[in-house]
């Protein structure tokens, strides 16, 4: 009996990993998703900040928060994957750095990503970049891309977000920005 347990348990195992990994790679393929990846490696130091929330991570927070704040609760558990990456250096070369932002900010104009923020000022560059639904009622990424002397911030923010969902956490959080965001 004991002999049938572990085996059943390990087919099960075995069965849950190819989904573990295909809802891994699923969010690769979401419109809203940003590879930084090249970005990543001019930096050439590991990151100072690196969070990243998956789907399970920001569903346990959504039943964690969902009697305090249901309207939170409700942003977060339309969210996919939220990426956060700061590197920090004297060493970062802010030219090549700049160039490879530049590279990614022309491929997110390719694909239809709008232009929300776009700074240049001495040696600051800031790029932030919203991924709409063809009616521009969703936005399904949002992708900022700083680069300043000795810090370069790479943020990714994957999920299915309506303006009513900026609205409501730009009450919440009391910035009136948001409250009154308007995309189109």
Same mark, same amino acid.
């Given at each position: 009996?004991?002999? +049938?347990? %572990? /085996?059943?348990?390990?087919?099960?195992?075995? =069965?849950?990993?190819?989904?573990?990994?295909? !809802? #891994?790679?699923?969010?690769?393929?979401?419109?809203?998703?940003?590879?930084?990846?090249?970005?990543?490696?001019?930096?050439?130091?590991?990151?100072?900040?690196?969070?990243?929330?998956?789907?399970?991570?920001?569903?346990?927070?959504?039943?964690?928060?969902?009697?305090?704040?249901?309207?939170?609760?409700?942003?977060?558990?339309? +969210?996919? %994957? /939220?990426?956060?990456?700061?590197?920090?250096? =004297?060493?970062?070369?802010?030219?090549?750095? !700049? #160039?490879?932002?530049?590279?990614?900010?022309?491929?997110?104009?390719?694909?239809?990503?709008?232009?929300?923020?776009?700074?240049?000022?001495?040696?600051?560059?800031?790029?932030?970049?919203?991924?709409?639904?063809?009616?521009?009622?969703?936005?399904?990424?949002?992708?900022?891309?700083?680069?300043?002397?000795?810090?370069?911030? +790479?943020?990714?923010?994957?999920?299915?977000?309506?303006?009513?969902?900026?609205?409501?956490?730009?009450?919440?959080?009391?910035?009136?920005?948001?409250?009154?965001?308007?995309?189109?």
């Amino acid at each position: 009996m004991k002999m +049938l347990k %572990r /085996v059943m348990l390990v087919i099960l195992f075995l =069965s849950v990993i190819p989904l573990v990994m295909a !809802a #891994g790679n699923d969010v690769q393929d979401h419109p809203g998703f940003v590879d930084f990846s090249d970005l990543a490696l001019i930096a050439n130091t590991e990151p100072t900040v690196e969070i990243s929330l998956k789907a399970p991570l920001l569903n346990m927070i959504t039943n964690l928060i969902r009697n305090e704040d249901d309207e939170a609760a409700d942003f977060i558990s339309k +969210l996919l %994957r /939220v990426t956060v990456n700061v590197f920090e250096s =004297s060493a970062l070369d802010i030219g090549e750095v !700049a #160039g490879s932002m530049e590279a990614i900010a022309d491929d997110l104009d390719y694909q239809g990503w709008e232009r929300v923020v776009r700074v240049r000022e001495d040696d600051d560059h800031v790029d932030v970049y919203f991924r709409l639904s063809d009616d521009a009622e969703i936005i399904h990424g949002i992708a900022i891309m700083i680069a300043a002397p000795g810090e370069t911030v +790479l943020v990714n923010i994957v999920g299915d977000i309506s303006m009513d969902d900026i609205s409501a956490l730009g009450r919440r959080f009391d910035i009136d920005e948001l409250v009154d965001l308007d995309v189109n």
